[in-house]
T-cell receptor
Framework: EPEVTQTPSHQVTQMGQEVILRCVPI?????FYWYRQILGQKVEFLVSFYNNEISEKSEIFDDQFSVERPDGSNFTLKIRSTKLEDSAMYFC???????????FGQGTRLTVV | AQKVTQAQTEISVVEKEDVTLDCVYETRDTTYYLFWYKQPPSGELVFLIRRNSFDEQNEISGRYSWNFQKSTSSFNFTITASQVVDSAVYFC????????????FGGGTRLMVKP
């Protein structure tokens, strides 16, 4: 069964460092998303991406964040200068067309120290 | 603005009991989608169900059933004859029918099923 894959599963980084979280969405999907979940809290929307551009973003997605689809398979989230409060589980999701369910990856746990 | 409320933060039941997880939502959209996701201890998000706002027919899938009441803006989830493997955090979510279709999640309900 096709699945969304995320790497790495866990990343530890020092405050102020740049991190790139990687995702490979399901191959025929067109809509891509990043969500985050601070430990013990709810899942929050960060950004949606379609047709090689951001379609929506939340207030959390400030100038420190960027997304990219560098080739036909990867979808990345970059945090330019990490802060302690960026520590969270980051989920990538993809959807094949409008109005269907989003499939989530297994998540990348980011720990900023 | 959209909002999803799961008032039950934690529920504990004994195996084989039935349990209902509540979900209440707010939206100004007339058409939308509602979802339930399961997050087991391993951390991934597992899709369970999607429901259109214009389809109020209740759904049953094995031990799982969902009760959608548009009049009360609720989308409750019942597990019949719960099992230990049902122990997880369950999230209700709402999505608009427009570009982006991002999900707004509730705070989640942690279900603990004891043997």
């Amino acid at each position: 069964e096709p699945e969304v894959t995320q790497t790495p599963s866990h990343q530890v980084t020092q405050m102020g460092q740049e991190v790139i979280l990687r995702c490979v969405p399901i191959s025929n999907h067109l809509y891509f998303y990043w969500y985050r979940q601070i430990l013990g809290q709810k899942v929050e929307f960060l950004v949606s991406f379609y047709n090689n551009e951001i379609s929506e973003k939340s207030e959390i997605f400030d100038d420190q964040f960027s997304v990219e689809r560098p080739d036909g398979s990867n979808f990345t989230l970059k945090i330019r200068s990490t802060k302690l409060e960026d520590s969270a589980m980051y989920f990538c999701a993809s959807r094949d067309r409008m109005n269907t369910e989003a499939f989530f990856g297994q998540g990348t746990r980011l720990t900023v120290v | 603005a959209q909002k999803v409320t799961q008032a039950q933060t934690e529920i504990s039941v004994v195996e084989k009991e039935d349990v209902t997880l509540d979900c209440v939502y707010e939206t100004r959209d007339t058409t939308y989608y509602l979802f339930w996701y399961k997050q087991p201890p391993s951390g991934e998000l597992v899709f369970l169900i999607r429901r259109n706002s214009f389809d109020e027919q209740n759904e049953i899938s094995g031990r799982y059933s969902w009760n959608f009441q548009k009049s009360t803006s609720s989308f409750n989830f019942t597990i019949t004859a719960s099992q230990v493997v049902d122990s997880a955090v369950y999230f209700c979510a709402l999505s608009p029918l427009e570009a982006g279709n991002m999900l707004t999640f509730g705070g989640g309900t942690r279900l603990m099923v004891k043997p």
